[in-house]
């Protein structure tokens, strides 16, 4: 059974910076895809940030140039670093990962961001 556990939440303030790991309980090279998403309340969930095994990047238009998703096979995570926070970043972020193709397989539990004005 595989299991996504993300950290790093939290709250930030508007223009400040939060980083999310996503420790999966085995080797992330397995997966072709990991990512995040994100929801926030009233909203549907929605792609952040995702990276295929190959190394293709795909990030919500609303965060590019601000969140960087990057990964580190040997300890088995996923990273998000978040710079220049809005508050609309609010809203709990899951990590997500694929064994094929590029639809989400497993979800974390998620972890709650906050960002205050």
């Known amino acids: 059974q595989v299991q996504l556990v993300e950290s790093g939440g939290g709250l930030a303030q508007a223009g400040g910076s939060l980083r999310l790991s996503c420790a999966a309980s085995?080797?992330?090279?397995?997966?072709?895809?990991m990512g995040w998403y994100r929801q926030a309340p009233g909203n549907q969930r929605e792609l952040v940030a995702r990276m295929s095994r190959g190394g293709i990047l795909n990030y919500a238009d609303a965060v590019k140039g601000r969140f960087t998703i990057s990964r580190d096979n040997a300890k088995n995570t996923v990273y998000l670093q978040m710079n220049s926070l809005k508050p609309e970043d609010t809203a709990v972020y899951y990590c997500?990962?694929?064994?094929?193709?590029?639809?989400?397989?497993?979800w974390g539990q998620g972890t709650q961001v906050t960002v205050s004005s």
């Open positions: 085995g080797s992330i090279f397995s997966f072709n895809v």
């Open positions: 997500t990962a694929a064994r094929v193709g590029w639809s989400s397989d497993y």
